[in-house]
């Protein structure tokens, strides 16, 4: 992935803006530190810093067609560019080896219709002036909202439109900042918002009716996984010792041996280069010392054979971070920055050691109900309505938590849970197959689906001699929220620190001094203070959304997963 930064018909002199466009595009470089672009076109500007992943020796952006005439700016990744390349009607002049450059040439044959064929993560931004009269911008953002994208506009020359994958790019430009919305892609020539993803599964009214087929889940996780293995640089997987990420791990280890043993054919339909390249699959797992995550990490690395880093930090250091960790991920949500916390640190290690990519296990608690609170759902029915709400809201969350936390040092991660064909089958099987009891536990039906002992699981005979995916006790392991499995005491400090830093008196006065979205914690008024300490405007608060369970259910509003009585460690 990358950074983008946009203005489209600038209402000043655009030459004059040439170099704050620089300077602001360079506030997200950390996205991108591999190399920057910079285009020009009438009164449009078009910026990009570049994560190299794919098509690193000619991928620079941004991309422009033959005659130059259409602008392209990607943030993302596109799995299935090698199908789609082949679907072109007419014969396209390919200027480098980059996933992106196809959506350019679709475009030009389709129009906005592109955005739907499209399957990987993405933000873009591609700017058509074939018209020069008339020169049209098209952005779009893929269907979960994996990737981070805003648009801004001010108020006094709404004829302007500003984008940037990170909000602290228009923070100072622009009095109106909405967060792009997933799924969906913006014209100016009707000046609105189109949705373009329409899946049958996303009316949350619409009850699943579909029964679980365990084999066919777990053939659509398993291809989920495979066509993320694209990437020519070096890459791995976090691995928390959790049943999330223990899975994509291990299917990824599966998958990358076997591509790496097959003989290569240039008429695979996904792009393999990465297992070819780089066979030997690297985890990498972070917490405080003896935390529940490392000890389960380690026994997962083992069993897989991978080449295990396990990074430790101190609460101090925790601490220290918090204040980057709100810049970077531009919220003051309670979950996100208490779990954001430990990823942001590792994520700085992992770079550090040469990889630049990892795949990373978000989303299946939405998916799935895995989330402890989910036990107190009163019906089936909405049982299943939580989790589409769930998955709607995941850009406001663990995606932008994902995104943001790694790319704040130039490291990628990919998500295999949100898949959008993975997402068709799973988010359409009946909620009766996913409830969750004190006799069943939570995301039992992933579980099952990987279980080499459950009966209905449906293995071939060429499965079962691979042996089980992991060990028991992990497959079967109890749920725990990212930001508890790094060490209970990391959230119990958090809470303290808080307390010594926010007063009585102060907490009194919440509702005065932050009378949108009044934080009723000194944790949540921590971490709003800081906030706004960095994003003054009042532009910068539309976009933050809390996460909080659903205490209607009768859980507690505490979002820790300890804070529910299911937990064997609640508190």
């Avoid at 955005?115 to 008339?134: E, N, P």
């Avoid at 509702?511 to 994003?535: C, G, S, V, W």
């Amino acid at each position: 992935m990358c950074g983008i930064f946009g203005v489209y018909n600038y209402y000043g002199d655009v030459n004059e803006f040439r170099q704050r466009a620089l300077d602001l595009s360079k506030r997200v470089r950390h996205r991108g530190p591999d190399w920057s672009g910079c285009v020009v076109a009438g009164n449009s500007i078009m910026c990009h810093e570049r994560l190299a992943i794919v098509g690193i020796d000619t991928g620079a952006q941004p991309l422009t067609d033959a005659d130059e005439k259409i602008i392209l700016t990607v943030n993302g990744e596109i799995y299935n560019h090698k199908q789609l390349e082949q679907q072109l009607q007419k014969p396209a002049q390919f200027k480098t080896h980059s996933d992106c450059e196809v959506i350019l040439h679709m475009y030009k044959e389709i129009g906005t219709d592109v955005c739907a064929k499209l399957d990987g993560m993405f933000s873009w931004a591609l700017l058509d002036t074939r018209d020069a009269s008339q020169p049209r911008l098209v952005v779009a953002r893929d269907p979960i909202g994996i990737t981070t994208l805003y648009i801004g506009r001010v108020s006094a020359h709404p004829e302007t439109v500003f984008f940037a994958s990170e909000l602290k790019s228009l923070n100072e430009e622009c009095d109106v900042i909405e967060e792009f919305p997933p799924g969906h892609f913006f014209d100016s020539q009707t000046g609105k918002f189109t949705r373009y993803f329409q899946p049958n599964w996303w009316d949350a009214s619409r009850i699943a009716t579909t029964p679980v087929d365990y084999r066919v889940l777990r053939e659509a996780l398993v291809a989920a996984v495979r066509k993320r293995l694209m990437a020519e640089v070096p890459y791995g997987v976090l691995l928390s010792g959790g049943l999330d990420s223990s899975l994509i791990s291990s299917i990824a280890v599966r998958e990358a041996a076997r591509i790496s043993a097959a003989a290569h054919s240039d008429a695979e339909d996904i792009d393999t280069r990465g297992a070819r390249y780089y066979p030997r699959m690297h985890s990498f797992s972070v917490g405080l010392p003896g935390a529940p995550d490392l000890l389960a990490a380690r026994k997962v690395a083992k069993f897989l054979k991978t080449a295990h880093h396990e990074f430790t930090y101190t609460i101090q250091e925790g601490l220290d971070a918090v204040a980057d960790v709100i810049y970077h991920l531009e919220t003051y949500d309670v979950t996100t920055i208490r779990a954001s916390t430990p990823m942001y640190l590792m994520s700085r290690k992992i770079k550090a050691t040469g990889v630049k990519m990892v795949l990373s296990g978000e989303g299946s608690d939405e998916v799935f109900g895995g989330y402890l609170y989910f036990h107190y759902a009163p019906t089936a029915d909405e049982f299943h309505q939580e989790t589409v709400k769930r998955v709607h809201n995941l850009h406001t969350s663990d995606c932008l938590r994902a995104n943001k936390s790694t790319m704040a040092w130039g490291l990628e991660a990919r998500v295999p849970f949100l898949d959008k064909e993975f997402l068709q089958v799973a988010m359409n099987v009946r909620a009766e197959d996913k409830l969750c009891s004190k006799d069943v536990m939570e995301k039992a039906i992933i579980r099952r689906a990987f279980d080499v002992d459950f009966a209905d699981a449906g293995f071939t005979a060429e499965e079962l001699k691979q042996g089980p995916y992991l060990p028991r006790d992990v497959l079967w392991r109890q749920k725990e929220q990212f930001s508890d499995g790094v060490g209970y005491s990391w959230i119990d400090s958090l809470k303290d620190w808080a307390a010594s830093r926010v007063s009585d008196e102060s907490m009194a006065q919440a509702k005065q001094r932050f009378p949108h979205d009044t934080p009723d914690t000194k944790e949540a008024y921590l971490y709003r203070e800081i906030f706004e300490q960095r994003f003054p405007q009042p532009a910068c608060l539309q976009s933050v959304v809390r996460w909080v369970p659903r205490t209607d259910w009768g859980c507690s509003a505490d979002p820790s997963g300890r804070a529910q009585k299911i937990h064997e460690q609640a508190y």
